[in-house]
């Protein structure tokens, strides 16, 4: 059995979906898998003036993965690619024991007893890592 944190807002955050479904080319795309467990997501973003002006995400992968997913949908838009860079080091920091991250991307929080799963450490970030490389054919990564 797992000790994994379902907690009811967890499972709230991956039952929501935010972003759920695909943007309309043309848009920036990247699929990123975890072959330790087969998770997948396509992500897609649309990037104007510095900024992410849309995200959608197709997430085929557990429940962490998923929540991670939507708080990207819920909260990336608007945000740089440099805020995006931010994200990715506070959610690793708050997996290595550190707090989660804050403002608009509190939601993390949900995810930050993972930290003691270090097997499961890849499935928060997935989404976050799919965000960054599909943005890294334009030239836009920081």
């Known amino acids: ?6 907690t009811v807002d967890l499972l709230r955050l991956a039952a929501e979906a935010h972003g759920a479904g695909r943007l309309a080319p043309p848009c ?12 997948r997501i396509t992500l897609d973003l ?3 003036g510095g ?11 557990c429940v962490l993965t998923q929540a991670s997913a939507s708080i990207l ?3 990336l838009a608007g945000h740089t690619m440099a805020e995006l860079t ?4 506070a959610a690793a920091a708050m997996l290595a024991g550190g707090p989660a991250p804050d403002g608009a991307f ?4 949900h995810l930050a007893e993972v930290a003691r799963h270090s097997a499961r450490h890849r499935c928060v970030l997935l989404p976050i890592d799919a965000a960054l490389k599909a943005a890294e054919p334009t030239g836009q990564r920081p």
Do not use: F, W
């Open 46 to 48: 649309k990037l104007t």
């Open 1 to 6: 059995m797992s000790d994994l944190p379902y």
């Open 73 to 75: 949908g819920q909260a």
């Open 106 to 109: 509190a939601a993390y929080r």
């Open 86 to 89: 931010a994200l990715r080091e």
């Open 51 to 61: 900024h992410i002006a849309a995200i959608a995400h197709d997430t085929r992968a």
């Open 28 to 39: 920036l795309s990247h699929t990123e898998t975890n072959p330790v467990c087969g998770d």
